[in-house]
């Protein structure tokens, strides 16, 4: 862990291949400064973030500061800089005083190899602290990741199937390992960070037996923590939680999740790898012990912003499609994954905003797939899902958009102006083309 202090923090990253250690056996894999995951970065609002990346790798690469609302620009959170083998890259990100608390991450974003460099392992967490603690007797960061690597313990190549639908590696690791065993003391109250850098596969996370109290999803926070059952995490989500545990084994799983229209007729995601089958388990938890003293209540939560009263300057449909590598209809060469029916072209500008307004985006799947949509350095809070309950402003930056279906979000450009992007967060279909550039001026 990497800890800001006076309002500052220096890193230094190295991306290379690296022999890493899972359960006993080696595999050689991608690893910043030789780490599965990455160090965790921890940062407070109004903070900058010097941040130096050498690229000892074989292929051009960058970063990206996933969910962060910083400056696109220049040596900020710039998505088009290219590092290539060799050389290094300084970043320099400032976090706005009013930058809100949460968890983050970090993993490489150049267009055409993100899904194997981040398969590959390269990830890492950002933590934005509280202004004001939340107790917890302990704070774990659980990043979840997926892999697939072959009887040497190299990593495999990915199917062509596999690229189309969204690799799921075979093994699920938690902080680089194999179904960890977490001891915890029982009644004791725990803050879990999780993040889900799996390149395709969704998290259906849920303590056997227990119920969660969820503090909120990237960067969106509750007034108050939801007491439930199960927390679902697309591709990129996160989750804080605090976790008070009974005594005895519980497992933190993992529950099978359809990519391919939920419910629909028929087993589509099973026939073509679109569902993980019978789920996976991510760690045990052992709780014993004494219990501890009842934890102080969580502190109340500033209001957030809600925009369900602003007005939207514009509204923008956005869709959507997967014409499956030319089954569906696409003449040769283009792959099907695009946005408007064009596919990513970094000299283009698909969208165009004015700074200082609020725009509404409905977000169109015209495939039989789930893409879940992430837009960079500004969130958005969804205002109407077919699947999930706004009983508070709903912030993210990761809104999973349903096969066959629409959700509306809304976007206010009110600072950091520059060109980014969004895309689809299965990254085999962002590199693919499911990605488009916008541009606030
Ligand atoms: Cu986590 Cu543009 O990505
Ligand atoms: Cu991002
Ligand atoms: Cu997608």
Redesign the pocket.
Known sequence: ELKSSAGSLDVELTAARGRVRINGRYASMLCYNGMLPGPTLRLRAGDRLNLSLRNDLDEATNL?V?GLHVSPEGRGDN?FVRITPGSSFDYGYELPASHPPGVYWY?P?LHGTVADQVSGGLYGAIIVEDPEPIAASRERVLVVSDVSLDSAGSLRRPTAMERMMGRMGEVVLLNGQVRPRLEIRTGERERWRVVNTCVSRFLRLRLDGQRLQLLGVDSGRRPVPASVEEVLLPP?GRADLLVVTTAGTSRLRALPYDRMGAGGPGNMGGMMGGSDGGGHTLATVEAAGAGAPSPAPVPARQAQRDLRSATPAVHRELVFSAGFGGMMGRGPGGTGFAINGSEFNPDRTDVRAEAGTVEEWTLVNSSPMDHPI?L?VWPMQVVDSPRQVLDDPDWRDVVNVPANERVRVRVAFDDFVGRS?F?C?ILDH?DSGMMAVIEVR
């Open positions: 990206h996933h998505p993993h974003h990129g992430h960079h992007v895309h967060h962002e």
